[in-house]
Structures are given as C-alpha cells and as structure tokens.
C-alpha cells in the first residue's frame, strides 16, 4: 500500500518571506550581496518530497543532521546521510526525498544576493562538487538557530541585516569546516594546521625547517611541499609573517624598543628583524609605531 505524505512533520520550522521583504533585502545595501528567502528545520520529516522541473529561483543548502535521504541533480542521484551538506544551484532541474525506512533531519535554506552565484561557484570549486561531509559542530547549529530566531521576530530592518550578517558566517561554517572549526577551539588537524600551531606555541624562538617537520614526524622536503601547496608560502617565510604580526601588536601598544621586540621574537640582531619587518610591512619598525594606525 501506498503511504501518503502527511501535512507537515513533528517539530517542523520554516519562514518564507514574503516577496515584498526579499525585494527590500535585495535593495538594502546591508543585505543586497547575500539574503536568505526561505529557512527552515524539518526533523524526521517522513515522507519529504520534492521535484522541481525548472529548480527553484534561490540556491539551496541541505544539511542532514541525522537520517537518510537521497538528491538527484544534473541525472545523477546522491545518496544523503549524517553530515552530509549539499548545494543545489538555481533554475536547475533537481529532486530531493527522505528515506523512507529512516527519514532525514535536516537544516535548509533558500538564498539569493548579488554575490550567491560566486558564494556557490566558490563552494563547488572547494568541495569540488555539490556534497561534502561536515562534521556536526554544536557552534553552526546554534549560529542557524539564530539566524532563525532573528527572522521569527519580524522583518525590521535591523532584524533582516542581523541575520543575513550571520548568514555569510553560518555558509563560512560550511564552506570550510576545517578552518570553522580550527578558529572555534578545535586543534588542528591536518599538516598545514598543526604546523601553525607549533609556530604560534614557539613564536619567541628561531625555529628551523628541521625542527618543524621533526616535530610532524615528515621530511624536511615533503614538509616543505605540503606546507607550501597549502598556503603559498614556505614554511619560514610564513614563520616571519607571524613574527611580524606579533612585532606590530608590541609595536602599537607597547613602549618595548625594537630591540627588546626582537628579543621577544627570539631574534638577537635587531638589525636583522628591521629588516624582515621591513620586507614584510613596507617600512620599518620605528615608521610603523610612528603612523599608529589602529581601528
């Protein structure tokens, strides 16, 4: 027997809004680059459906927080679990539905703005394809909720920027798990990652090629490699930028000389730092402090 779909599922929570508040936020210039048209929570949603001919006007991200279902774009149908996060594109063909034996729990939303074709292309490229696996992360869900929140209380303008503001945060979370997660508390957990870490842990000393790829148990040539493929730097070179980095918070709010600067960088030459400072920032240490240009 045939089991008809019910009116809604337990627990549901979606906000369209109206097409004369979408026209304003595509106006706004606080919301015009990126808004969010639909949104909404759907959990076990047994016997969700749909199939769009022409896809829908908006881009849509599905996240599955639990279940199973399964999409179906461009003639090729994806399997959908625990984790995973999909991209649908606009005025595409598509269909989507919950498994039938274990019905997803996902977190949708519809968007548009003058930047959500790059924001998509940009996902795409990264995830290279329309589906990654996210890991759960309790701070994106909380961020979701919200941007929900926000928008359940109406459509002041002052509501609508709160929350497409946290949006480009909340499509960040998912666009780069890794990096979401590395700025959240988590360690990091690839090469790139850990080998920063090390850095920032040892900022006052001179640590060498050597003892960086020692301590993540690679050579010092594949280290090299991958640091270099993973951040356009060598691992020295972006060694120096952190030093540089630290040097201009002492410099611009402390009345450390540059050479007890330097001895906190763990460099013993202050000649040798001005200069590296200098090839870095375009002018020198004393300049620098001089311009004092804070926010």
């Known amino acids: 027997m045939t089991r008809k779909k ?59 927080q639990d279940g199973k279902g399964s999409i179906t774009l461009k003639k090729k149908t994806y399997s959908i679990g625990p984790g995973d996060c999909f991209l649908l594109p606009r005025n595409q063909f598509h269909e989507y539905a919950a498994d039938l034996e274990e019905p997803w729990t996902i977190y949708w939303v519809h968007f548009l703005g003058a930047n959500a074709d790059a924001l998509f292309n940009t996902a795409v490229k990264t995830w290279k394809g329309n589906k990654t696996f996210i890991p759960f992360n309790a701070e994106r869900i909380q961020l979701f909720n919200r941007i929900y929140r926000q928008l359940e209380r109406g459509y002041r303008r002052e509501h609508l920027a709160f929350a497409n503001m946290n949006f480009w945060s909340f499509l960040t979370s998912c666009f780069y798990p890794d990096l979401y997660a590395a700025n959240h508390n988590a360690p990091g957990t690839n090469v790139v990652d850990m080998a920063i870490d090390y850095m920032h842990q040892h900022i006052d000393q001179m640590l060498t090629l050597q003892q960086m790829s020692a301590r993540l148990n690679l050579s010092q040539s594949h280290f090299s490699y991958l640091f270099k493929n993973g951040t356009g730097y060598s691992p020295i070179e972006y060694f120096n930028h952190l030093k540089v980095q630290q040097a201009c918070q002492y410099l611009l709010f402390t009345t450390l000389r540059i050479k007890e600067i330097a001895i906190q960088l763990g460099i013993d030459d202050p000649y040798y730092f001005s200069r590296m400072f200098t090839k870095v920032m375009g002018l020198s240490p004393n300049q620098y402090r001089q311009k004092k240009v804070t926010p």
């Open 6 to 64: 019910k009116e809604g599922f337990k627990g549901q929570q979606a906000i369209v809004l109206p097409r004369n508040i979408q026209n304003a936020c595509a106006r706004d210039a606080a919301t015009k680059q990126l808004y969010i048209t639909d949104i909404g929570y759907y959990p076990k949603a047994e016997l969700h459906h749909r199939k769009r001919e022409e896809g829908a006007a908006e881009h849509i991200l599905i996240y599955c």
